[in-house]
């Protein structure tokens, strides 16, 4: 049972690693093509395909953090409260706002700032988990992390540049090139986001199937020990 779930877990990452990177290169023949983007594959829309991708992602991955939360006094050793609650907390509110735009409407906060800094805080404060899960469970880590770090430079990588092309194009509004490498930069930003966070998806996934199927062995050895 533990290979066939390791199986569709791997099998779905590289399904959705597929169509993220079918969207991405369907988004950039469209702007090519028509010079502006279909709102359905539209990667800085509202609603769009790519934008119900990313919270299908950050929503999946509030609801294993719960699912650790709700069952952590029967895994092996328990996580504490904070972890899982507080990387629920930020991916079900990164989710909403993906869907509505919410930071928009409350651009008196510099956003990206607040979730790097919570971000640093869960590894910061949930210092135990970590080292119990890296010491047990280091593959899941090591997803998370590539997931982080591809998320992270997407993000704020392309966001690094975003001035830059902006100030071209304000001075050369007629050039064809920066039209297109501001799209560009735009699918490199959400991409790297949603590949970060497919990335984070498999690892807490894979962590959750093995921490909470863990538990079980010491019931069933238990068991065959009373027969």
């Not at 895994?75 to 930020?90: G, I």
Request: hydrophobic share 55%; glycine share 10%.
């Amino acid at each position: 049972m533990a290979v066939t779930a390791q199986k569709l877990l791997s099998w779905g990452a590289i399904a959705l690693v597929g169509l993220e990177l079918g969207l991405a290169l369907a988004y950039l023949a469209v702007i090519f093509l028509r010079g502006e983007a279909v709102p359905l594959l539209d990667f800085n829309g509202l609603r769009s395909l790519p934008s119900w991708l990313q919270a299908a992602h950050l929503f999946a991955i509030g609801g294993l953090c719960l699912a650790l939360l709700g069952f952590r006094q029967r895994m092996a050793r328990p996580v504490s409260w904070f972890s899982p609650s507080a990387l629920a907390a930020l991916c079900l509110y990164g989710g909403v706002d993906e869907l509505t735009k919410l930071h928009l409407a409350l651009d008196q906060f510099d956003w990206k700032l607040i979730y790097l800094g919570i971000l640093i805080a869960i590894p910061v404060l949930g210092w135990r988990d970590l080292g119990w899960i890296w010491r047990h469970h280091r593959a899941s880590v090591l997803w998370v992390l590539a997931g982080v770090g591809i998320f992270l430079l997407g993000g704020f990588g392309a966001e690094a540049v975003k001035g830059a092309i902006a100030s071209e194009l304000a001075t050369h509004s007629s050039s064809q090139g920066l039209f297109l490498g501001e799209h560009l930069r735009i699918t490199v930003e959400e991409l790297g986001e949603l590949l970060g966070e497919t990335l984070i998806l498999y690892g807490m996934a894979h962590f959750t199937q093995r921490a909470l199927n863990s538990q079980r062995m010491p019931v069933l050895s238990s068991s065959l020990n009373r027969l």
